[in-house]
C-alpha cells in the first residue's frame, strides 16, 4: 500500500517546500520509491516537466522540481497539476496538467476549483502508481476558511485523499503559538482531525528555551509535538519556489562587481541569477519598488516578467527608465532576460490581449 504524508503550514513561505524536499532525499536515502506531490500552487517561477504519455514537456511550480530531484526521479506534470501563474493583482494564468488553459480572475477561479479536483485527483492516482510514499505539500494555509469551499490545495484535498497532515509553524517570523493554536481553533472539526501533529521550523539558538512553548501548543490543541527544525542557512541556496523570498533578501556585502535587478511586480524565474549571486566577486542587488537603481552598478539585469507590459508601465513609474538611461550614458551595461528583454525593445505589442 502507498504511504502518503502531506505538509500544511500556518502561512506562506513557512518553509514547507524545502521540508518536503529534505523529508524526500531522506526517504530516497532509506531505500523507498518517494514521489512529491503538490496539487496546487500559485508562482511565477516555472520549471520544465515531462507529459507522460507523449513526447511534450509542460510548466510545473519550481518547488516540486527540485522535491523530483530530491527523489531521484525525473519531473512530471502531475507532480503538480495546478500551477497559477500570476498576471495582476486580481488573476492569473492557469497551467493544468502542464499546459496552459487560459487566464481566470481570482473570483472566476474560485468557482472553477470544484471542477479542477476531479483532475488533480486524476494526477494524485498517476503519482501514487509506482510509489512507496508520497509527500504532499500545500499551499497558503488551511486556516484560510474564506477559501475552504471548493478547496483542492489544503484540507479539500487531504480529507478526499484520506492523507494525514502535519501543520508547520515558522518561530521565525514570530507568534508561532498563536499561528497554530489560532489554526486549531478556527479549522472545522472534520478538517482538524487529518492533523496528526506539528512541527515548528526554522529555529534559532537552545532549543531548550522553547519547552515551555511547545507545553502550550499542545495542552491547548491536543495534538503531537513531531520536533523542532533548526535554521538551515544552506537551504538558501536552493532555488525558491516564489517572490515572496524576495521580501527578505540580504545584501551579501560590497565584492568587485556590482549587478543591479529592478523587482518587477510579476518578476519570473527570479532563480535564474542564482548562477550570479554564487560568484565570489559578484553583488547582487534586488532593486525593489520606490528605490534607484544604483550608480555604481556595472549591470543592470532586467528579469523576466509574466505581465511584460504591465511590468513595463511600472517600470517607468518608478523612474527606473530615466536611471537605466543614466547607467547606459555613463557607460553601464544592461541585460534582459525573457519579458525583461522584450521591454529593451522600441515596441511591445499585444493586439489579442494575452498579457494583463
Given at each position: 500500500?502507498?504511504?502518503?504524508?502531506?505538509?500544511?503550514?500556518?502561512?506562506?513561505?513557512?518553509?514547507k517546500?524545502?521540508?518536503?524536499?529534505?523529508?524526500?532525499?531522506?526517504?530516497?536515502?532509506?531505500?523507498?520509491?518517494?514521489?512529491?506531490?503538490?496539487?496546487?500552487?500559485?508562482?511565477?517561477?516555472?520549471?520544465?516537466?515531462?507529459?507522460?504519455?507523449s513526447?511534450?514537456?509542460g510548466?510545473?511550480?519550481?518547488?516540486?522540481?527540485l522535491q523530483?530531484?530530491?527523489?531521484?526521479?525525473?519531473?512530471?506534470?502531475?507532480?503538480?497539476?495546478?500551477?497559477?501563474?500570476?498576471?495582476s493583482?486580481?488573476?492569473?494564468?492557469?497551467?493544468?496538467?502542464?499546459?496552459?488553459?487560459?487566464?481566470?480572475?481570482?473570483?472566476?477561479?474560485?468557482?472553477?476549483?470544484?471542477?479542477?479536483?476531479?483532475?488533480?485527483?486524476?494526477?494524485?492516482?498517476?503519482?501514487?502508481?509506482?510509489?512507496?510514499?508520497?509527500?504532499?505539500?500545500?499551499?497558503?494555509?488551511?486556516?484560510?476558511?474564506?477559501l475552504?469551499?471548493?478547496?483542492?490545495?489544503n484540507?479539500?484535498?487531504?480529507?478526499?485523499a484520506?492523507?494525514?497532515?502535519?501543520?508547520?509553524?515558522?518561530?521565525?517570523?514570530?507568534?508561532?503559538?498563536?499561528?497554530?493554536?489560532?489554526?486549531?481553533?478556527?479549522?472545522?472539526?472534520?478538517?482538524?482531525?487529518?492533523?496528526?501533529g506539528?512541527?515548528?521550523?526554522?529555529?534559532?539558538?537552545?532549543?531548550?528555551?522553547f519547552?515551555?512553548?511547545?507545553?502550550?501548543?499542545?495542552?491547548?490543541?491536543?495534538?503531537?509535538?513531531?520536533?523542532?527544525?533548526?535554521?538551515?542557512?544552506?537551504?538558501?541556496?536552493?532555488?525558491?519556489?516564489?517572490?515572496?523570498?524576495?521580501?527578505?533578501?540580504?545584501?551579501?556585502?560590497?565584492?568587485?562587481?556590482k549587478i543591479a535587478?529592478?523587482?518587477?511586480?510579476?518578476?519570473a524565474?527570479?532563480?535564474?541569477l542564482?548562477?550570479?549571486?554564487?560568484?565570489?566577486?559578484?553583488?547582487?542587488?534586488?532593486?525593489?519598488?520606490?528605490?534607484?537603481?544604483?550608480?555604481?552598478?556595472?549591470?543592470?539585469?532586467?528579469?523576466?516578467?509574466?505581465?511584460?507590459?504591465?511590468d513595463?508601465l511600472?517600470?517607468?513609474?518608478?523612474?527606473?527608465?530615466?536611471?537605466?538611461?543614466?547607467?547606459?550614458e555613463?557607460?553601464?551595461?544592461v541585460i534582459?532576460?525573457?519579458?525583461?528583454?522584450?521591454?529593451?525593445?522600441?515596441?511591445?505589442c499585444?493586439?489579442?490581449?494575452?498579457t494583463?
Amino acid at each position: 500500500m502507498v504511504r502518503a504524508l502531506m505538509l500544511q503550514g500556518t502561512g506562506s513561505d513557512v518553509g514547507k517546500t524545502v521540508l518536503v524536499a529534505g523529508l524526500c532525499r531522506l526517504a530516497r536515502k532509506r531505500g523507498y520509491a518517494v514521489r512529491p506531490f503538490k496539487p496546487q500552487n500559485m508562482s511565477n517561477n516555472a520549471a520544465v516537466a515531462s507529459i507522460p504519455g507523449s513526447n511534450e514537456e509542460g510548466e510545473i511550480g519550481r518547488g516540486q522540481w527540485l522535491q523530483a530531484l530530491a527523489c531521484g526521479v525525473p519531473p512530471t506534470v502531475h507532480m503538480n497539476p495546478v500551477l497559477l501563474k500570476p498576471q495582476s493583482e486580481r488573476g492569473s494564468q492557469v497551467i493544468l496538467q502542464g499546459r496552459a488553459i487560459g487566464q481566470a480572475e481570482a473570483r472566476a477561479y474560485q468557482r472553477r476549483k470544484g471542477e479542477l479536483l476531479a483532475v488533480v485527483m486524476a494526477s494524485w492516482d498517476h503519482v501514487r502508481q509506482d510509489a512507496d510514499l508520497v509527500i504532499v505539500e500545500g499551499a497558503g494555509s488551511p486556516a484560510e476558511i474564506n477559501l475552504r469551499e471548493g478547496d483542492i490545495a489544503n484540507m479539500g484535498f487531504a480529507t478526499r485523499a484520506d492523507v494525514p497532515v502535519v501543520l508547520v509553524g515558522d518561530i521565525d517570523r514570530g507568534g508561532v503559538i498563536a499561528s497554530l493554536v489560532g489554526t486549531h481553533a478556527i479549522l472545522p472539526e472534520g478538517d482538524r482531525r487529518m492533523i496528526a501533529g506539528y512541527l515548528i521550523n526554522k529555529f534559532r539558538g537552545d532549543v531548550s528555551l522553547f519547552d515551555d512553548g511547545l507545553l502550550a501548543v499542545t495542552r491547548f490543541t491536543g495534538w503531537r509535538f513531531f520536533g523542532v527544525v533548526p535554521w538551515l542557512k544552506d537551504a538558501a541556496a536552493l532555488p525558491a519556489e516564489d517572490s515572496v523570498m524576495l521580501d527578505r533578501l540580504e545584501g551579501g556585502g560590497r565584492k568587485s562587481l556590482k549587478i543591479a535587478v529592478p523587482v518587477l511586480d510579476r518578476i519570473a524565474n527570479f532563480d535564474d541569477l542564482d548562477p550570479l549571486s554564487a560568484e565570489p566577486s559578484v553583488e547582487v542587488v534586488f532593486v525593489r519598488p520606490g528605490e534607484r537603481l544604483p550608480k555604481d552598478a556595472a549591470l543592470v539585469v532586467i528579469p523576466g516578467s509574466k505581465s511584460t507590459i504591465g511590468d513595463l508601465l511600472r517600470f517607468r513609474e518608478n523612474g527606473w527608465d530615466r536611471d537605466l538611461a543614466e547607467h547606459r550614458e555613463a557607460g553601464g551595461h544592461v541585460i534582459g532576460i525573457c519579458g525583461g528583454y522584450q521591454m529593451l525593445g522600441r515596441k511591445v505589442c499585444d493586439p489579442v490581449g494575452i498579457t494583463y
